[in-house]
Every structure is written in C-alpha cells, then in structure tokens.
C-alpha cells in the first residue's frame, strides 16, 4: 500500500518569508497528488493537484504555488506567506483510493 | 461545481448508541469516499462506494450509496468512544476529472 511523507509537521512562520512543505510517496507510481489546507473549523479545500510531472492545476488563486518535480514529490510552496496562509496542510495521494499523509500545521505569526 | 453536504455537522451520542451520518451530492457522484480524521491528524480512509445501491462494511461502520448516487449514508452501530472524531465524505468530481473534493466534516463525540 501507499505510503505518504509530509514535512515538517509543524511550522511557525513571519508574515512575509516563503514557504516550503513537501511531501514524498512510495508504493506507487504516478500517481494523482493533492494539497488540500484545513481552516480552523472548516472543510477540507483543495488547492492544487497534480496528475503527473510538471503538470499542476491549481484550484484556488492565491499567494501559494506547488511543483512536481519528480514522479512521487509533491511540494507546495509561497514566496511571502500572508496570516490568512495558517492551517492544516494535507497531501494525499491516489488512484482507486485516496491516502492522505500526516499533515502539516502551518502558523503565520 | 459539485459541492458535498454533509448532516449533522455535530453529533453527540451516548456509548452504545447507533448513529448516522448523512452526505447529500448536487451532481452524480461517480465515487464515494469516507474518512475518519482525528483533531489535527491525517484522514484515515474508511470505504469507497462507486456503484448505485452499494452497501459495505467494517466492523461496526456500514456505508451505503443510493441507486441515484446522490446520497451516501454512515452509519455506527453501538458506537464506542473510540469512533470519536470528524467524519469525512469525498467524491470524485463529476466527469472524472481527478479532483477529489469534500464535505465539511461532522464532528462526532460519544459519552460514556
């Protein structure tokens, strides 16, 4: 079965300095990809997937980006985090079925 | 866009008791997923549904889609303290277009 790696799993980050979380897979290849961020009492929001390397499509218009560098990295990133930027950071990874990794808490102070 | 509703947003129920949770569909849903995340964890998959009238189960969970595929249903039978938590459904977009969107969650809480 999938196994999915994020880090780290817990961030505190400035107003206005970037952003890097990744996330790795084994047990599969190519995969789909998601980043899906989870507000304080809020759903799940997809922000990006991917469905192959180099190939992102981006859900919401915002201050983040995410790449796919290679066939199992993931990596969602910013240039100048904004405080709204703070939340639960999921990747996931799927076919058939839909595993999620551990998560990323991200706080922008 | 398809959008997800799931009902109640919060449940509170005694040890021992059934329950279930809803999940209502604007469009066809082509596959139905169900998760259980724990406060500031990952979402642990539970069961995915693809086919109308589908019904599956594990241990005390049963899910069922409807022959429209429109509507999914969770149900606990006896619940337990350890089925505590927020209660996901999922879905693949409609004309299969890889994205994976969800509801916002019930939030589930048994007492003993």
């Known amino acids: 079965s999938q196994t999915i790696h994020q880090w780290p799993a817990t961030l505190v980050q400035p107003v206005g300095s970037p952003l890097s979380l990744e996330c790795t897979v084994e047990g599969t290849s190519n995969p789909n990809l998601y980043w899906y961020r989870q507000a304080a009492g809020r759903g799940l929001q997809l922000l990006f997937y991917?469905?192959?390397?180099?190939?992102i499509s981006s859900e919401v218009p915002q201050n983040l980006s995410a790449s796919r560098p290679q066939d199992r990295q993931f990596i969602l990133s910013s240039k100048k985090l904004l405080l709204s930027d703070s939340g639960f950071y999921l990747c996931?990874?799927?076919?058939?079925?839909?595993?999620f990794g551990e998560g990323s808490w991200l706080t922008v102070v | 866009s398809q959008e997800l509703e799931q009902s109640p947003q919060s449940l509170i129920v005694q040890e021992g008791k059934n329950l279930t949770i809803n999940c209502t569909s604007s469009?066809?849903?082509?596959?139905l997923y169900w998760y259980k995340q724990k406060y500031g964890e990952g979402l642990i998959f539970l069961m995915m549904?693809?086919?109308?009238?589908e019904e599956k189960s594990h241990e005390k969970i049963t899910a069922k889609l409807d022959e429209k595929k429109q509507q999914s249903s969770l149900h606990i039978t006896a619940s337990q303290p350890s089925h505590a938590g927020t209660y996901l459904c999922?879905?693949?977009?409609?004309?299969?277009?890889?994205?994976?969107?969800f509801g916002t969650g019930t939030r589930l809480q048994v007492f003993p």
């Open positions: 469009k066809t849903l082509y596959g």
């Open positions: 996931a990874c799927g076919g058939n079925t839909i595993y």
């Open positions: 991917s469905v192959g390397i180099g190939q």
């Open positions: 549904l693809q086919k109308g009238g």
């Open positions: 999922g879905a693949d977009g409609a004309y299969n277009t890889d994205k994976l969107i």
